[in-house]
């Protein structure tokens, strides 16, 4: 997984993806209204939005899946998508289930290594139906990892795990993006791990992007970052989240 | 079968009959009203059904009794034809050009396995001095081998009535029948259980059938009309089948009980049935007197 | 690889019935497509018919065989045959059915019931109907039973197999959950089992008609004197041609017409599916 | 609502070889279990057969059929029979499973091949044999090839119906995981379709053996001078109904034998899947 | 979904779920060794683990699925679970998902009540593949719901969900939780939940709970409680998130 050596952002370059105008509708409920979006490469855009907010519609259409949607989407170089369900084929073990329609010789062993990386190196003989819940959404990590591609669409791909797997497969993507530079359409829930990965945020809401922010934060990052605070409760006050409301629950 | 068959235990005569036997007429004349008939497509047919109990009596050719009695069926044989040697023969086309047949010497010659055909085909050979070795044969049923004997397929056929009726249209030739050769009668056959429980009704049934059959060849133009619908072949071919075929009734004779054992042991000889079988015990002559 | 897409925005303001709308036409468009190749085979057939490059005496044209079609059901014949035939596919497609699921289900179901019944019916099914007509008639006589328990015994296998298989089929996690909603075995079996296993049994009906009509081609040889198998038969055993390309295309008329049914009956109860779009 | 349940722990230190080891035991017990009802079978047919329930000119006993299969075993004629049927049936089976693959195949990826060649098949699905003979012996004779012809022709529809349904019922998000994967068409149907439309082709499968075999009977009725279905049509024919019994007996048993071998092919390449147990 | 009126924690009283010495291994690899648990009625339990740890594994033998498991358990009172995946019936609408195996008079208003609370009122007639990932699952946490159970086996309910709709979640399991006072073993990723919700946290750990302790803080609860961080820092420890490690990524 360490041929490429191009690192960091590279702006002023062709966007690997751009959708103009994109429109979805499914019946009479309308889901996308006209979308705008570049992503340029190396560029790491987190996605977020509220359930049901056509996030996922948009990540299909970027991968060139709805060919129903209509505007105009315009797309260069490799991608891999993680699904926000697993979508590993069952009938294939771990092992070749990441290393589908990978080409070229090593193919074995770049896929152990990318097994490796997601912590689940001894596991290439199991059948996705032996696999745990977060097992099984690292393999399909591990799966898009292994294609280096020039763009990662990546729908939740951490939501399934608990807070130290999280952490590390968080500190992976960060080492493999420095290393690859491949630019990632990150759809998550966690504000932090947005602020943590992401150039840029999206915020979707009523089929439109109602929000576009440069994450102005010096990498490394760490969530005890004093600009991270107020950039956390500017996203979630955009998502709906109000202060007074955040937290309280119970009897 | 004995429990549930149409009108086992209603007494009534459970009748088999082929739609071109004999029988036919009785049926479309509609002479024996207490009768229930059952149709069947070819004889070993009829006796499996009569093995089964499904039916009392019926009719058949002179293959299947032959066959029958090698399957340890249980019937008895009550009455017969006299011979029809001109109901089968050999057809050929006319274009090939054969003129007897030893000139089938090599060709292919298509019949139906075990039917009276078969034994035909056996006194030919025997006449002609040759073997089954020297012709090609075909075994194909009826339906199977008109198709093939008209897209030339096979160089000849050796059929019966109707078939034979049927086939015979411009361009194909009688390069042989039976005449000389094989009776070709047609049994009646009865179970022994029928012959116990209902010996009046056989009699009764025997008799009309026998009044039908004689006023059939006494009138042969008006049994052609009633024949031709139920047999769904058109007129002509329907009258020159019957002008052949249709013959009176006869008793049986200990030497139709000879002719039969002559034909059980040809086909012996040709290994078509495992072992000998004694026809004498099956002949039962006590409805005799309603032939003659 | 560098791949554009590019779709001019159709710009409606709302897509929705827009959608909608082209589905409709797609369709319909689609409906008429499936008519093409059975007509391009009729019309050829008939063109080869009328050129001469298949002379009558080897197949009647399609027209000689409508008209032989008209006159026998002008006068009722075909009606008649229909009738009976259809009268008994029905009952023997109903009990062969309803056994074959109730066995299907106990072997698909129930680990004992599989051991206990599948095996007798593994050596069942490889037994032709023509090899067990002579016991048939041993059984349940030569009437009417006879061509109905060889219509079960067709209609059997195929919704046997279906349903066994399409049981095997269901995702055990369905399962669980509805067991954890407090579903009984009953409930389960009609709420999970059955809806997950009905594309298959769907494909069971559709192979059990086709085999239910074989059957009584079978069937209706023996002591029958109405029937579309014995109309076939007996013009076969008489060299009538147009007779038997008449019952052949009733057959296929009936193949079309079966499948226009389970298409509109899987069509309505499956409206849940997502398989694979053909593209 | 109180449900309790109470497992004596077993206390075994490893629990895993221990798992391992009942489930060995109960797979062995299972395939005994499996025997029970065709050996019950058969000897409640024995018994009835001594008894003098069953005379033996309507049924012979099992162990009469068996003298004659010896019989036949020991002078070559039955494996002559046998290998003969094997061997069109195979080719037969063959020639229609192959064009079944690639026609439902196109039928079930290709909306096009859907339209243009489903139709035509659904047409045709319903066609019995017995009538197509004549037409059959005009195009291709009355040699191998007819009886070939006719196996082809009846193992065709079940898997033409198993590889189309087996193909539609693919869970569309693992074809578009695929598409993402990079995978062209080609690898899609290998790495996705084919194994996702398995179970539904083994199916396929199971049902076209049963229909091949029945085919062939047919066929080995018209000029043939070996075969199974020809040595038991011809026993029928000539009342010899040991044969014809031992001719069932042999289908029989070639319905269990190859169920089994199906069965293995499935525990082989069907190892990933997790059916609904049966309880 | 508002008749008993039960509120609050009653202990003393027979717990709803005992579990004891219980074990369960695939082929070599033993995932529970040894796992004692007991839930009194009313009361909330969190189980946390790190991916692949056992928590859906000891959650499905709670629930009486796990025929090869081995050890004693006794349950008391009825059970409802929501599992990792949503397992909705893909034949039934969503309102008939909900209502499956629901018995008495006005389930169809129980019903509508319940995709209300989870702010799916409009979606009843929607089949469950037209759902987003985050809907489906909290169709499955309604249909947990309507039943009102005395014992609530939750895995993961809220994992794929934005912040705002989980914090929506949470409250109204809080309200529900106080209105009718059941049971719940609530398998959770995000240590804030389980310490927003729960009465007691529990880890596991290479099959075995390595920690079993009470949440000392007082409800209504809220993040920013003082209590709030030693308690999250523990916790986090215990499930080996270092601090040094914490929330580092990226370039
Ligand atoms: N096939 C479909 N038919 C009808 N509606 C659909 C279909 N697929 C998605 N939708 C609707 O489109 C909307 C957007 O769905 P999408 O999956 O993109 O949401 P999302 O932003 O990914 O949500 P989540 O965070 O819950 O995954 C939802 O309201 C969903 O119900
Ligand atoms: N059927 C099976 N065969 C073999 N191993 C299995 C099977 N089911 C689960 N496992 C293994 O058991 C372990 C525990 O799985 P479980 O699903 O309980 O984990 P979990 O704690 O829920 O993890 P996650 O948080 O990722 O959902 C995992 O390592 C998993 O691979
Ligand atoms: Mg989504
Ligand atoms: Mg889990």
Redesign the interface.
């Known amino acids: 997984m360490a041929t490429r050596t191009t690192g960091g952002l590279s702006t002023a370059t062709r966007p690997v993806v751009t959708a103009r105008n994109v429109r979805r509708s499914f019946g009479a409920a309308v889901v996308l209204d006209g979308v705008d979006l570049a992503i340029v490469p190396g560029e790491v855009v987190a996605l977020l939005g509220g359930s049901g907010s056509g996030k996922s519609t948009l990540l299909r259409i970027l991968a060139g899946l709805d060919p129903e949607a209509t505007g105009e989407i315009t797309r260069a170089g490799s991608q891999a998508v993680v699904f926000q369900e697993h979508r590993l084929l069952p009938w294939k073990r771990v092992a070749g289930n990441v290393s589908l329609g990978v080409p070229g010789p090593g193919v074995r062993q770049r896929v152990a290594a990318a097994l490796a990386e997601v912590g689940l190196a001894e596991r290439d003989r199991a059948w996705p139906a032996e696999l745990s819940g977060g097992q099984a959404q690292r393999v399909a990590f591990a799966r898009a990892l292994v294609r280096e591609p020039a763009l990662m669409l990546l729908d939740e791909p951490f939501g399934a795990l608990d807070a130290l797997t999280r952490l590390k497969m968080q500190t992976l993507f960060g080492r493999l993006h420095a290393e690859h530079g491949f630019a990632a359409l990150l759809v998550t829930h966690d504000v932090d791990e947005a602020l943590l990965l992401a150039d840029r945020t999206l915020v979707l809401d009523s089929g439109r992007i109602v929000e576009d922010a440069e994450v102005p934060l010096p990498r490394p990052r760490a969530v005890d970052h004093p600009g991270f605070g107020p950039l956390r409760r500017h996203l979630l006050d955009r998502l709906g989240v109000r202060p007074d409301q955040d937290g309280a629950a119970g009897t | ?1 004995e ?4 009108g ?1 235990d209603s007494g009534k005569l459970l009748v ?1 009959y082929q739609r071109f036997g004999g029988l036919s007429l009785v049926k479309a004349r509609g002479e024996a009203p207490d009768a229930t008939w ?5 004889g ?2 009829l ?3 009569l ?2 109990g ?2 009392d009596i019926g009719q058949v050719g002179e293959a299947p009794p032959v ?2 009695a ?5 019937f008895r044989i009550i009455g017969t034809s006299e011979p029809v040697p001109q109901g089968e023969a050999v057809l050929v086309k006319e274009a090939k050009g054969f003129r007897s047949f030893a000139d089938l010497k090599g060709r292919t010659v ?1 019949l139906n ?2 039917s009276n055909v078969n034994w035909l085909l056996v006194k030919l050979l025997e006449a002609h001095q040759m073997t089954l070795a020297d012709i090609n044969v ?7 081998a ?3 004997f ?2 030339d ?2 160089d000849a056929w050796i059929i019966w009535d ?2 034979f009726a ?2 015979e249209q411009p361009g194909v030739k009688i390069l042989a029948d039976a005449t000389g050769l094989a009776s070709n009668r047609e049994y009646i056959l009865v179970s022994p259980e029928a012959l116990e429980r209902k010996p009046d009704q056989i009699r009764e049934f025997l008799k009309t059938y026998r009044t039908v059959t004689d006023w059939g060849i006494a009138n042969p133009a008006e049994r052609t009309k009633i024949l031709a619908p139920e047999l ?2 058109d007129e002509p071919t329907t009258a020159r089948a019957l002008a052949r075929s249709a013959k009176p009734l006869a008793p049986v004779t200990p030497e139709i009980g000879a002719e039969l054992q002559a034909i059980a042991d040809g086909f012996t000889k040709l290994e ?3 072992e000998r079988v004694e026809i004498a015990p099956l002949v039962d002559d006590r409805f005799g007197e309603v032939f003659r | 690889m560098t791949d554009t897409l590019v779709e001019t925005a159709r710009g409606a303001p709302a897509a929705a019935p827009d959608t909608r709308r082209s589905g409709g036409r797609t369709r319909s468009a689609r409906r008429w497509r499936r008519a093409v190749t059975p007509v391009a085979l009729l019309v050829l057939w008939q063109a080869a018919a009328q050129t001469g490059l298949l002379p009558p005496e080897k197949l009647p044209a399609p027209i000689a065989v409508a008209q032989t079609g008209w006159r026998l059901a002008r006068d009722g014949t075909l009606g008649v045959h229909l009738l009976d035939s259809l009268t008994r596919a029905g009952i023997g497609l109903a009990i062969g059915g309803i056994l074959a699921l109730v066995l299907g289900a106990t072997a698909g179901l129930l680990r004992l019931g599989d051991d206990l019944v599948d095996p007798p019916v593994q050596m069942a099914r490889m037994l032709p109907h023509l090899g067990l007509v002579p016991l048939l008639i041993i059984w349940v006589g030569i009437g009417e039973s006879l061509k109905i328990s060889l219509v079960a015994l067709g209609a059997f296998f195929p919704i046997y197999f279906n349903t066994y298989a399409g049981i095997r089929d269901i995702d055990e996690r369905l399962v669980e959950a509805a067991r954890t909603c407090g579903l009984g075995q009953l409930a389960r079996i009609r709420h999970v089992v059955l809806p997950g296993a009905l594309p298959s049994l769907f494909l069971g009906l559709r192979l059990a008609l086709g085999a239910a009509w074989l059957s009584l081609v079978v069937g209706e040889q023996v002591n029958a004197q109405t029937g579309i198998g014995f109309l076939m038969m007996e013009a076969r055993e008489f060299s009538q041609t147009d007779v038997v390309l008449l019952g052949l295309l009733v057959y296929a008329l009936l193949g079309l017409l079966s499948d226009l049914a389970i298409r509109f009956l899987e069509g309505r109860t499956l409206t849940w599916r997502r398989g694979l779009q053909a593209v």
Chains 1, 5 share one sequence.
């Open positions: 079968g429990d549930d068959s149409a086992a088999g059952s149709l069947f497509e070819s070993p047919a006796t499996e059904a093995k089964a499904a039916i066959f029958a090698a399957g340890k069926i249980k298509a396995k075990g075909k075994y194909l049923k009826p339906a199977e008109r198709p093939a008209d897209n397929q096979v109707p078939y049927l086939a769904k072949i078509l049935i495992p």
